[in-house]
């Protein structure tokens, strides 16, 4: 099988996630091109998933590929975008054409429950990993950035914390289908994308929890000039996770947030955890703490 | 150093290329936001150089950098877009900060080159690749796809071929700035951004010659649904290289189109090589070619 045929072979599993109204031109041509929403700003982000780093290789490509997508959709979330399409570059030390076929059909399936369409992508050899650009669009005026935080504001985060960390802890990663509540949020996340829209005009700054909250509220603090003071008593934690999981393990993809107005209901929950006052740094139950979380390169 | 402090230092040796006036939040965000073009549609497409695949890693940083957004940016050129911005996915398997400072001057010196801005990025821990995802914006009616052939059209190319190939096979590619021709054809090819655009109006298709002339026409002509004849004394070659690198060799970076209207002149040069008839494949000097070039996964 050379490089045209697997390419034709990924195509085919993704089904009908290739194919939008606004998508003029999708996989194989030289680019896609997909129709912009009049007067929005577009929105991008990129993220990798390497093999053995951020997922164990034996895990079932499935999950993989819905988890490579989610990853990179949430940071689409975090910005209250409306996500429109993903580019995927993939890197493969081997091909077995079934374990790619069921990586597209994971990412078809994350691509169906974001509301995406998978626009192009990418496929060479090299070490396993799949990298994914996520694209959409938002009005330029309700995007939710870091640097938005006051003191007075209160501070939120979506779902739950801690559970992908115990899962990865444990050291039972699944390579198959059936998933307990941990091995489910580890590779099963979902892009909060419906929550970024619904707390876009509400949200004074946001960002995604994924190198966990104590070092993401600190780069929140830090963009936005401001104290985060948070209260251990308040994060809400995945049944069979520890409170040290939520504030250090990372891999949630939970939206951190802060608002002074009325919060919408949402079907995941929002929980009020803490509160901006002036200062800089992370504060916890009334001592400042050293931001620990994933350290990509420590 | 942390993942932070190292992101931190390649925005700064990224200089003035992380910022525009259409972009509206760039790196240190959860995404980059950037302003559309009025009436026009997204031109998209990602892209990726993995070590010892697609360079040598002994290789000057600043030239690996420069390759990986030239060779992302080129498909935006066989589109005929205009090139607005790119966001950058490396991975690391160590942490040099001068190497990763280097990488990034290089960026730099291709995204001023090309005119564009590098909006944001990833950096994380694996196998050592850059993969890269290339924006534009185009005018729905002048995207040049690869469907567009017709009988009767005269196929053409830009510059000449072949230099990149016959680098490689020669092996010496160069660890150093100081780089032959041969060399410069492989380290510092051109998206022919400028070309493209000058071509929308009068190429009934085109896509950039990556993986060799034969293999990509044959692309072309399956596209198109239509038979391309080229003949090999009108390919041109760049000094130090062979027909046969021309031919199957790859990573040239030039753009492969057919027109039946005027060309308009172009400072890199522009050959007829051949001409478009009904039927279907490539024709190499009155007979039948198998097509031949860079296989991914041979």
Redesign the interface.
Known sequence: ????E?IDSIVAALGDTVRDENC??GP?????????????????????L?AD??FPTDAAAELIGYRALMVAL???A??G?DASHV???L??DQ?DVAWVRALAEGMREAAVSAGVFI?????????L?I?V???G??D?LR?M???GAKPGDSVYVTGQLGGAAAALQRGRLAPSDDLDELNSAYFRPSARLLEGRALRDVASS???VSDGLLQDAA?LAD?SGVRIELESVRIPIVTGATLQHALTGGDDYELLFTSHAEIPDLAVGVSRIGRVSEGHGVWLDGSPVEAAGY????
């Open positions: 099988m050379n490089e045209f697997l003029l031109v194989g041509d030289d680019s896609a091109a997909v129709r912009c929403e009049p007067g929005a700003v577009l929105v991008s982000s990129i993220d990798a390497v780093v951020h949430s940071d689409l975090a910005m975008a580019l995927v570059s890197t493969l091909v626009a192009g992508g990418n496929v060479s050899r090299g070490p990993a990298h650009s996520a694209h669009f938002a330029a995007l950035k870091r640097d946001a960002m995604d780069h963009a350290q990509h390169f420590l």
